[in-house]
């Protein structure tokens, strides 16, 4: 049986804390599309890992692609998310058990493939907006739509942390955690490559609102041409 033709594909790629996931979900409700967060899969098989062995130094691949199978990424009314034996777990996903382990199981190549597989296989069906590791490179190199998004590590830090704390944090406290970040990016260097297509969007002095809108009207530019009956609609509002 041939398998159905791909829906529009919009692919955000960038640094750990480059805003891609909160984007890319603002993006897709403007577009009316999904939005499928590969990270969110990485995460969810660093919590199965974490439940099932909480030494992170005898995890091996072929024990955390075993967990792996009891993920399932179902679709929302808004996103795809992640569930751990049937059940969902947003909260244990961004804990910081899961943060500081994450990067282990990125590394794995089997993992890997998982994610991307996962990942590819939302794009039949529905047009989504993805955002994560190999994206625009691996995962969906001929996506109509690759968006790489950088920012200086201090502001990252900075915007991390206020999400994190919900007040402003100290010069002190932003300083260690652009400390993290850097360590980080070096750890995920291999599989954060900009695609050669993709269009970079520097958002260090950018509001949010300000990337969506930059995004919004690249997403209408190269999908709304003539005889192209998979055109976004652009008249959403975010809320």
């Not at 969902?88 to 998982?114: I, N």
């Not at 007040?167 to 070096?186: F, G, M, N």
């Amino acid at each position: 049986m041939t398998a159905p033709s791909p829906h529009v594909v919009i692919a955000i790629d960038g640094p750990a804390a480059s805003g891609k996931s909160s984007t890319a979900q603002w993006v897709a409700e403007r577009l009316g599309f999904l939005h499928v967060d590969s990270g969110a899969l990485y995460r969810a098989a660093a919590a199965m890992a974490c439940r099932a062995q909480g030494d992170a130094e005898r995890w091996s691949e072929p024990f955390v692609l075993e967990l792996a199978q009891r993920i399932r990424l179902v679709p929302g009314a808004r996103t795809f998310v992640p569930l751990l034996d049937g059940e969902p777990a947003e909260e244990e996903l961004r804990g910081k058990d899961v943060t500081r382990h994450v990067s282990r199981v990125a590394k794995m190549a089997g993992v890997r493939s998982w994610v991307n597989a996962q990942v590819r296989a939302t794009s039949y069906g529905h047009s989504i907006v993805a955002d994560g590791r190999d994206i625009g490179t691996v995962v969906f190199p001929e996506a109509q739509l690759k968006v790489f998004l950088v920012a200086d590590p201090w502001e990252r830090a900075r915007r991390r942390l206020t999400q994190q704390m919900g007040r402003r944090p100290t010069p002190e406290e932003i300083a260690e955690e652009t400390d993290r970040l850097v360590q980080r990016d070096a750890r995920d260097a291999t599989q954060t490559v900009q695609a050669a297509d993709a269009v970079l969007i520097d958002t260090t002095y950018l509001t949010q609102p300000e990337q969506v809108e930059r995004i919004v009207a690249l997403a209408r530019a190269v999908t709304q041409r003539p005889g192209d009956t998979s055109s976004v609609d652009d008249d959403r509002d975010p809320e």
